[in-house]
């Protein structure tokens, strides 16, 4: 039994695992069986074994409280972190009485994570791991509030900016309080009538924060448009480009980064190469593609120590070639070395091919290999190919410069239609105030 007071048990559907992924703790099923050891790698044989077992579940427990990273030089203290839950908690209890949302707390909450980044330039963010059934929604928004600020500050926003970004983070997903629990922590894809529901959130956190704070427009509007996409094809109104404005599209990308890399009851957390490869895949529809090449450009350094691709690690390019990382111009580089050992025709070469993803657009990472009968059976074919007393011609060097890729423009319409103002006050009676979509988000950098 898990001790409650630290630790919790968490339930994993067999669909979300995947070779190679670890779990912080001994798997089991629930009749008890032990399946496989906490910290080592899940190979493939295993999970088709419990499929094939008819086993759809298996269960874990770990820790409440940790970091997904444990930076030597953690950019927020101890103290600010647990400020910051302790108000998610008083946000909630606020929601439920329908009373005031305690802006004084949430104010010094924002000012003193502002405190702490500004003042730790080249320390590195330390996310919290929080992932008890009811309080992801806290430790959510607690890293998305600090993944807006941090990127904010990259970005140029002032003092006045950076506090507008990081209350909107915080209070991003207030609306989710009223939807049902049942719906939040659903494993599977929802019906279309719950997420019809899902998609009334922003809504409603709009609702709240007009009614029970005294928070001006701006902060309105992060919570009632993060869920925009930059081609229109977001909710709650299908807004595209400026319409949004910048602020809102910041704290959906920290919403997503986070969403990605953050486990819940139901499913494990994935990488951070997968959440960055993400994002750069949906530059230009899901986010604004300025934005989410600073984001995939600047951020990765502020937030891990590590390397993003472990050199030795054999990838998958999108081009179906396969290879392994020798070299990187830095551990958090999205673009490293790679010698490709298998073709995109899926043929062994005769000796391996260096390619430097810095000065190749045509080449992306799409796949880290993890299972480990995949990779021995690549380790065999390396040292065959390695092992010829011929040598590849080529020897890469890294070059400082970075090819600057071209920045797909998108076509936006400015002008908002009536039909959108509309068809939102229709929504159970709430009045959208039109000033939320005048370009207003002046004098922020």
């Known amino acids: 039994m898990p001790d409650e007071k630290n630790e919790f048990r968490v339930e994993l559907y067999v669909k979300f695992l995947y070779p190679g992924i670890i779990l912080k703790g001994d798997a089991y099923t629930y009749a008890g069986d032990k399946v496989w050891d906490g910290g080592s790698p899940f190979t493939n044989e295993i999970i088709q074994s419990l499929k094939g077992r008819g086993i759809s579940k298996v269960f874990y427990t770990r820790s409440k409280l940790s970091q997904k990273r444990d930076p030597k030089n953690p950019m927020v203290s101890d103290e600010q972190i647990k400020k910051s839950v302790d108000i998610s908690r008083e946000i909630e209890q606020a929601v439920t009485s329908k009373s005031i949302i305690p802006e004084k707390g949430v104010n010094e909450v924002v000012d003193g994570f502002i405190n702490n980044i500004s003042s730790s330039e080249g320390t590195v963010l330390n996310l919290l791991e929080l992932k008890e059934y009811d309080d992801y929604t806290y430790t959510h928004s607690i890293n998305v509030c600090l993944l807006s600020i941090l990127f904010a500050k990259k970005m140029n926003y002032n003092e006045k900016g950076l506090k507008i970004v990081g209350i909107g983070a915080l209070l991003h997903d207030i609306g ?189 990472i799409e796949n880290v290999l993890e299972d480990e009968g995949i990779l021995k059976r690549l380790r065999e074919i390396k040292e065959k190919i390695t092992s010829k007393k011929e040598k590849s011609p080529y020897n890469p060097v890294l070059d400082p410069e970075i090819v600057k890729t071209v920045e797909e423009k998108v076509e936006e319409t400015k002008e908002i239609p009536p039909t959108i103002i509309e068809e939102a006050q229709k929504l159970d009676q709430v009045q959208i105030d039109k000033d939320l979509f005048i370009d207003n988000e002046t004098d922020l950098k």
């Open 176 to 364: 989710k309080q009223m939807i049902s629990k049942e719906i939040l922590n659903k494993p599977f894809n929802l019906t279309r009538e719950e997420f019809e529901i899902m998609k009334k959130h922003p809504i409603y956190g709009y609702e709240l924060i007009r009614s029970q704070s005294s928070y001006g427009t701006l902060i309105q509007k992060v919570v009632l448009l993060h869920h925009e996409k930059y081609i229109g094809k977001g909710y709650p109104f299908g807004l595209r480009g400026e319409q949004i404005g910048e602020i809102a599209q910041i704290v959906s990308l920290a919403d997503n980064f986070d969403a990605i890399t953050s486990e819940r009851v139901y499913k494990p957390a994935r990488p951070y190469w997968y959440a960055l490869s993400t994002i750069k895949k949906e530059s230009g529809t899901s986010f604004a593609p300025r934005l989410a090449r600073a984001f995939v450009e600047d951020m990765p350094k502020y937030l891990t120590e590590a390397e993003i691709f472990t050199k030795g690690g054999f990838v998958v390019l999108n081009t179906g070639e396969v290879g392994e990382v020798i070299d990187y111009r830095f551990p958090q580089s999205l673009k490293p070395v790679v010698n490709i050992f298998i073709n995109s025709k899926k043929e062994i070469v005769r000796y391996p091919i260096p390619v430097n993803l810095e000065f190749d657009d045509s080449r992306t």
